[in-house]
């Protein structure tokens, strides 16, 4: 079997980048070349000051200098890629269509098609095209008939290798992956290329971890195990409402089944809701695959996840107005974080967005600190919303570079995100410069309820009454 030396891959975010750096780490003699027509992006990816990378990830910008401009390339030159590839990633964005048919929980599949008719356009020698975004099944099929009905007489084999990265641990979960899944035909050439492609992985993993499946089964491996994770979270928080109408602890309640070995512990920490660009999305699709071909009931199922998770974002932002006496109205509220969790910069399906907009509706006046998202982020993320105009969100929401900057005349603290630095933070000293009684929401249980309630703060905390 050929030595594949030369691999690209379309799309230079958050699973792209970081995948191709371990990549080129792990396997030096492979030129490794990230590619996307965002210039601004590839800009920061080349950046000679690390900090200013696009992605934050622990581990990362080590990497990066590392293997940066010696086989790890970033470029915005996509047609040279794919020509001088003999593997090419597709880690495009997939997101949630927000028109026409499956309009809120298909995926919109138009970068993949991009894609794909780019690389039937340019390839002129035998290609293996890996989806590594999160895809509906049978996409595969649909890539593998545009390239075969568009190509120049070029063999193309369709793999299927889905990510299984956590952000914030993703550099780990690349080192020291549970499993990877590559599917593709069960052909002698399908075969081929999934040997091809495991070779890659071989080098860092061992070759039981790598798993080989039909292209079917990887594509809906995939979601399931999102959708598996997510609903584990949902199950939590839906019973965190419980617990803070009665005596229990969801803390208390979680480490008590998660000692359940037919349960485990992971995914039982409740918060104020799941977030991150996979799991809402992915159960989404799982809906909109199975009430498209007539599983009504299964549709039912998954979506109940997400009604969950929304409600439990919804019930967050209620508790605040309800405490500040049933009014926030020119009211200053400090959130802590804005990334859907710590150790990234990702915002996306973040609960802070969808409780500050809850908020805004009520013209509550918010000062957000997050030490890794910039300003144009989280404006971005409310316009996005489109509930209110650009000039309002500006007017109503003050982003800081310091959390100490904000709490001059301040009604109540939201922790949104459970960045370590916020455990350590002088609450004395907050404590006395906030309007009185000053409230902290604790969306994500970081705080000891003893200490803080001894300051003097009025202390909420989600699953706790």
Known sequence: MKKITKICCIGAGYVGGPTMSVIAKMCPYIKVTVVDINQERIDQWNDSDLNNLPIYEPGLKEIIAETRNKNLFFSTE???????SEII??????????????????????????????????????????????????????????????????????????????????????LNADRVLIGGDETSSGQEAKNALSQIYEN?????????????????????????????????NSISALCEKTDANVEEVSRAIGYDSRIGSKFLSSSVGFGGSCFQKDILNLVYISRSIGLQEVGDYWEQVIIMNDYQKRRFADNIVTSLYNTVSGKKILFLGWAFKKDTNDT??????????????????????????????????????????????????????????????????????????????????????????????????????????????????????
Not at 78 to 84: L, Q, S
Not at 214 to 234: I, T
Not at 365 to 389: A, F, G, H, M, W
């Open 78 to 84: 996509v047609d040279r890629a794919i020509d001088e």
């Open 204 to 236: 860092w993993l061992p070759k039981e971890r790598i798993l080989q499946t039909n292209v079917w089964s990887s594509e809906l491996s995939k979601l399931v195990a999102n959708a598996f994770l997510a609903q584990r979270v949902s199950s939590i």
């Open 348 to 465: 996306r399906e973040s609960a802070a967005i969808y409780v500050a907009d809850a908020l805004l509706d009520e013209k509550a006046e918010i000062c957000v600190y997050d030490p890794q998202v910039p300003e144009k982020t989280v404006y971005r993320d409310l316009d996005y919303l489109n509930t209110r105009s650009s000039e309002e969100n500006k007017q109503l929401v003050k982003i800081i570079a310091n959390p100490l900057e904000g709490i001059e005349n301040t009604h109540a603290i939201a922790i949104l995100t459970e960045w370590d630095e916020f455990k350590d933070l002088d609450w004395q000293n907050i404590y006395d410069k906030m309007m009185k009684p000053a409230f902290i929401f604790d969306g994500r249980r970081l705080l000891n309820k003893e200490k803080i309630e001894k300051i003097g703060f009025k202390y909420y905390r989600i699953g706790q009454s």
């Open 89 to 174: 990633f597709i880690s495009v964005n997939t997101p949630t269509k927000t028109y026409g048919k499956g309009k809120g929980q298909a995926a919109d599949l138009k970068f993949i098609e991009l894609c794909a008719r780019n690389i039937a356009k340019v390839a002129t020698n035998d290609k293996i095209v890996v989806e590594k975004s999160t895809l509906p099944v049978r996409t595969a099929s649909a890539i593998k008939s545009i390239l075969d009905n568009t190509g120049n007489n070029v063999k193309f084999e369709i793999l299927s290798n889905p990510e299984f990265l956590a952000e914030g641990t993703a550099i780990e979960d690349l």
